[in-house]
Protein backbone atom coordinates (compact mmCIF):
# COMPACT_ATOMS: atom_id res chain seq x y z
CA UNK A 1 0.00 0.00 0.00
CA UNK A 2 1.04 3.43 -1.04
CA UNK A 3 2.16 5.67 1.77
CA UNK A 4 3.27 8.86 1.70
CA UNK A 5 5.59 11.00 4.28
CA UNK A 6 6.66 14.49 4.58
CA UNK A 7 9.49 15.32 6.58
CA UNK A 8 9.98 17.90 8.17
CA UNK A 9 6.79 18.31 9.67
CA UNK A 10 7.12 21.95 10.78
CA UNK A 11 9.77 24.34 9.56
CA UNK A 12 10.22 28.27 10.51
CA UNK A 13 12.56 29.93 8.33
CA UNK A 14 13.92 34.05 8.20
CA UNK A 15 12.19 36.05 5.52
CA UNK A 16 14.44 35.62 2.66
CA UNK A 17 16.29 31.74 2.66
CA UNK A 18 15.81 29.25 0.22
CA UNK A 19 13.94 26.35 1.67
CA UNK A 20 13.97 22.81 0.42
CA UNK A 21 10.75 20.26 1.47
CA UNK A 22 10.96 16.83 1.56
CA UNK A 23 8.48 14.28 0.37
CA UNK A 24 8.88 10.83 0.36
CA UNK A 25 6.61 7.77 -1.09
CA UNK A 26 7.08 3.39 -0.55
CA UNK A 27 5.39 2.56 -3.91
CA UNK A 28 7.69 3.93 -7.14
CA UNK A 29 4.72 2.99 -9.51
CA UNK A 30 3.42 5.87 -9.61
CA UNK A 31 1.45 8.24 -12.71
CA UNK A 32 2.84 11.65 -11.43
CA UNK A 33 3.25 13.87 -7.74
CA UNK A 34 1.55 16.64 -7.12
CA UNK A 35 2.32 19.75 -4.54
CA UNK A 36 -0.32 21.58 -3.05
CA UNK A 37 -0.62 24.10 -0.55
CA UNK A 38 -3.36 24.84 1.89
CA UNK A 39 -3.58 27.53 4.25
CA UNK A 40 -5.20 27.41 7.17
CA UNK A 41 -8.94 27.22 7.21
CA UNK A 42 -8.69 27.25 3.66
CA UNK A 43 -8.51 24.73 0.50
CA UNK A 44 -6.37 23.21 -1.17
CA UNK A 45 -4.01 25.56 -4.16
CA UNK A 46 -2.21 23.15 -6.95
CA UNK A 47 1.37 24.88 -6.84
CA UNK A 48 3.07 22.28 -9.24
CA UNK A 49 2.58 18.83 -10.71
CA UNK A 50 5.56 16.35 -12.13
CA UNK A 51 4.69 13.52 -14.88
CA UNK A 52 6.63 10.47 -14.14
CA UNK A 53 8.57 11.15 -17.16
CA UNK A 54 9.15 14.08 -15.68
CA UNK A 55 12.56 15.14 -13.56
CA UNK A 56 11.31 18.71 -12.45
CA UNK A 57 9.08 21.46 -12.77
CA UNK A 58 9.55 25.27 -12.18
CA UNK A 59 6.92 28.03 -11.36
CA UNK A 60 8.32 31.07 -10.34
CA UNK A 61 10.03 30.71 -6.88
CA UNK A 62 9.38 27.14 -6.74
CA UNK A 63 11.10 24.24 -8.49
CA UNK A 64 9.69 20.22 -7.33
CA UNK A 65 11.53 17.46 -8.56
CA UNK A 66 11.12 13.99 -8.34
CA UNK A 67 13.46 11.16 -8.44
CA UNK A 68 11.15 8.27 -8.72
CA UNK A 69 13.00 5.07 -8.43
CA UNK A 70 14.06 6.20 -5.05
CA UNK A 71 10.56 7.28 -4.21
CA UNK A 72 11.70 10.64 -3.73
CA UNK A 73 10.49 14.79 -4.61
CA UNK A 74 11.44 17.69 -3.07
CA UNK A 75 10.20 21.34 -3.27
CA UNK A 76 12.53 24.09 -3.13
CA UNK A 77 11.15 27.48 -2.18
CA UNK A 78 13.91 30.48 -3.49
CA UNK A 79 14.05 34.11 -1.22
CA UNK A 80 11.18 32.62 1.22
CA UNK A 81 8.61 35.42 2.17
CA UNK A 82 5.96 35.73 4.70
CA UNK A 83 3.27 34.77 2.39
CA UNK A 84 4.60 31.73 1.62
CA UNK A 85 3.70 30.62 5.15
CA UNK A 86 0.99 28.08 5.04
CA UNK A 87 1.22 23.98 5.06
CA UNK A 88 2.83 21.80 1.76
CA UNK A 89 0.98 19.01 0.80
CA UNK A 90 2.66 16.58 -1.44
CA UNK A 91 0.33 13.65 -3.89
CA UNK A 92 1.32 10.68 -5.60
CA UNK A 93 -1.54 9.33 -8.54
CA UNK A 94 -1.17 5.55 -8.51
CA UNK A 95 -3.67 3.42 -10.19
CA UNK A 96 -7.14 3.34 -9.84
CA UNK A 97 -6.96 7.21 -9.82
CA UNK A 98 -6.02 7.08 -6.82
CA UNK A 99 -4.21 10.26 -4.81
CA UNK A 100 -2.47 9.61 -1.97
CA UNK A 101 -1.66 12.70 0.22
CA UNK A 102 1.30 13.25 2.55
CA UNK A 103 1.31 14.67 6.11
CA UNK A 104 2.13 18.14 5.02
CA UNK A 105 4.58 20.23 6.12
CA UNK A 106 3.83 23.12 7.92
CA UNK A 107 5.91 26.06 6.98
CA UNK A 108 6.22 29.86 8.97
CA UNK A 109 7.94 32.17 7.36
CA UNK A 110 9.06 34.88 9.93
CA UNK A 111 9.60 38.30 8.94
CA UNK B 1 -15.05 33.25 -10.80
CA UNK B 2 -14.99 30.34 -8.48
CA UNK B 3 -13.77 26.79 -10.04
CA UNK B 4 -14.98 24.35 -7.43
CA UNK B 5 -16.89 25.50 -5.06
CA UNK B 6 -19.08 24.01 -2.22
CA UNK B 7 -21.91 24.62 0.37
CA UNK B 8 -21.95 24.92 3.51
CA UNK B 9 -19.11 26.02 4.56
CA UNK B 10 -19.45 25.00 7.64
CA UNK B 11 -22.11 22.33 9.02
CA UNK B 12 -22.61 21.77 12.48
CA UNK B 13 -25.36 18.81 12.91
CA UNK B 14 -26.55 16.40 16.17
CA UNK B 15 -25.59 12.67 15.73
CA UNK B 16 -27.68 10.52 14.07
CA UNK B 17 -29.32 13.39 11.77
CA UNK B 18 -28.97 13.16 7.82
CA UNK B 19 -27.18 15.75 6.02
CA UNK B 20 -25.44 16.88 1.98
CA UNK B 21 -22.85 18.74 1.30
CA UNK B 22 -23.03 20.33 -2.51
CA UNK B 23 -20.17 20.76 -4.56
CA UNK B 24 -19.86 22.17 -7.96
CA UNK B 25 -17.10 23.23 -10.85
CA UNK B 26 -17.88 25.17 -13.33
CA UNK B 27 -14.21 23.75 -15.41
CA UNK B 28 -16.06 21.46 -17.59
CA UNK B 29 -13.54 18.88 -15.89
CA UNK B 30 -15.08 15.22 -16.36
CA UNK B 31 -14.15 13.56 -13.08
CA UNK B 32 -14.88 14.35 -9.65
CA UNK B 33 -13.78 13.47 -6.43
CA UNK B 34 -14.64 13.78 -2.53
CA UNK B 35 -11.90 13.96 0.08
CA UNK B 36 -12.17 13.49 4.16
CA UNK B 37 -9.73 15.71 6.01
CA UNK B 38 -9.05 14.49 9.59
CA UNK B 39 -8.01 15.99 12.63
CA UNK B 40 -4.41 15.15 11.93
CA UNK B 41 -4.93 17.28 8.74
CA UNK B 42 -4.40 13.69 6.78
CA UNK B 43 -6.26 13.75 3.24
CA UNK B 44 -7.89 10.76 2.24
CA UNK B 45 -9.73 9.76 -0.85
CA UNK B 46 -13.52 8.79 -1.00
CA UNK B 47 -15.30 8.87 -3.85
CA UNK B 48 -14.37 9.97 -7.67
CA UNK B 49 -17.18 9.52 -10.21
CA UNK B 50 -16.43 10.05 -14.10
CA UNK B 51 -19.50 11.01 -16.20
CA UNK B 52 -22.11 10.00 -13.48
CA UNK B 53 -20.31 6.63 -12.71
CA UNK B 54 -18.50 5.63 -9.83
CA UNK B 55 -15.12 4.99 -10.14
CA UNK B 56 -13.44 4.90 -6.65
CA UNK B 57 -15.66 3.50 -3.72
CA UNK B 58 -12.85 3.18 -1.12
CA UNK B 59 -13.57 1.33 2.51
CA UNK B 60 -16.40 4.58 3.93
CA UNK B 61 -19.68 3.26 5.22
CA UNK B 62 -22.28 2.87 2.94
CA UNK B 63 -23.85 5.70 5.29
CA UNK B 64 -22.05 8.02 2.63
CA UNK B 65 -23.13 8.47 -0.74
CA UNK B 66 -22.13 10.79 -3.50
CA UNK B 67 -24.96 11.69 -5.93
CA UNK B 68 -23.91 13.33 -9.37
CA UNK B 69 -26.62 15.07 -10.85
CA UNK B 70 -24.84 15.82 -14.15
CA UNK B 71 -21.05 16.76 -14.50
CA UNK B 72 -21.01 19.62 -13.15
CA UNK B 73 -22.18 18.82 -9.56
CA UNK B 74 -21.08 15.77 -7.17
CA UNK B 75 -23.17 15.63 -3.85
CA UNK B 76 -22.23 14.16 -0.53
CA UNK B 77 -25.19 12.93 1.37
CA UNK B 78 -24.46 11.40 5.03
CA UNK B 79 -27.23 9.19 6.62
CA UNK B 80 -27.38 9.14 10.62
CA UNK B 81 -24.04 11.34 11.21
CA UNK B 82 -21.69 9.47 13.57
CA UNK B 83 -19.15 11.75 16.10
CA UNK B 84 -16.49 10.06 14.00
CA UNK B 85 -17.79 11.72 10.77
CA UNK B 86 -16.08 15.31 12.04
CA UNK B 87 -14.18 16.40 9.57
CA UNK B 88 -13.34 18.60 6.85
CA UNK B 89 -14.99 17.46 3.37
CA UNK B 90 -13.46 18.42 0.34
CA UNK B 91 -14.22 18.17 -3.34
CA UNK B 92 -12.07 18.35 -6.30
CA UNK B 93 -12.08 17.73 -9.57
CA UNK B 94 -10.14 17.22 -12.99
CA UNK B 95 -9.86 17.10 -16.71
CA UNK B 96 -10.07 14.49 -18.39
CA UNK B 97 -11.45 10.72 -17.91
CA UNK B 98 -10.44 7.58 -15.59
CA UNK B 99 -7.50 6.84 -18.20
CA UNK B 100 -6.15 10.24 -18.75
CA UNK B 101 -4.69 10.70 -15.54
CA UNK B 102 -1.58 13.41 -15.97
CA UNK B 103 -4.13 16.53 -14.94
CA UNK B 104 -3.85 18.50 -12.08
CA UNK B 105 -7.21 18.17 -9.51
CA UNK B 106 -8.49 21.45 -8.33
CA UNK B 107 -9.59 21.62 -4.86
CA UNK B 108 -12.75 23.38 -3.25
CA UNK B 109 -12.53 25.53 -0.16
CA UNK B 110 -13.67 22.68 1.93
CA UNK B 111 -16.96 21.84 4.27
CA UNK B 112 -16.29 21.51 8.22
CA UNK B 113 -18.71 19.31 9.52
CA UNK B 114 -18.65 19.06 13.43
CA UNK B 115 -21.15 16.05 14.55
CA UNK B 116 -22.26 16.95 18.38
Known amino acids: KQEVTQIPAALSVPEGENLVLNCSFT??????LQWFRQDPGKGLTSLLLIQSSQREQTSGRLNASLDKSSGRSTLYIAASQPGDSATYLC??????????FGTGTRLTVIP | DTAVSQTPKYLVTQMGNDKSIKCEQNLGHDTMYWYKQDSKKFLKIMFS???????INETVPNRFSPKSPDKAHLNLHINSLELGDSAVYFCASRRGRAGEINNEQFFGPGTRLTVL
Open chain 2, 49 to 55: YNNKELI
Open chain 1, 91 to 100: AVLTGANNLF
Open chain 1, 27 to 32: DSAIYN
